[in-house]
């Protein structure tokens, strides 16, 4: 059964720091492309970070550039989103992706984590 576990979300006040967490269960993670999305109230989700399967190449939204840093540990099958300096406008839920192959066409989603921004 292929799972993905969001946690870290929570309340912050702006500037301030959290640290996101997928673990994913039920498939080879090494071998799957993982992704951060978010989805803000009213707005369509949106890529925010994404990491290839053995961490040799990262790209950022150019929202959150400079703040965010994505990374995976393929012997915990766990996937990571610092986000520092945070912003009002990064509230969002954040779901956790992972996306097989092109032939395989495997795409599992995490139920995704709240965070807030605010004073």
């Known amino acids: 059964q292929v799972q993905l576990v969001e946690s870290g979300g929570g309340l912050v006040q702006p500037g301030g720091s959290l640290r996101l967490s997928c673990a994913a269960s039920g498939f080879t993670f090494s071998m799957y492309t993982m992704n951060w999305y978010r989805q803000a109230p009213g707005k369509e989700r949106e890529l925010v970070a994404r990491i290839t399967r053995f961490g040799g190449s990262t790209n950022y939204a150019d929202s959150v550039k400079g703040r965010f840093t994505i990374s995976r540990d393929n012997a915990k099958n766990t996937v990571y989103l610092q986000m520092n300096s945070l912003k009002p406008e990064d509230t969002a839920v954040y779901y956790c992706?992972?996306?097989?192959?092109?032939?395989?066409?495997?795409?599992?989603w995490g139920q995704g984590t709240q965070v807030s921004v605010s004073s």
């Open positions: 992706n992972a996306v097989g192959s092109m032939a395989s066409g495997l795409n599992y």
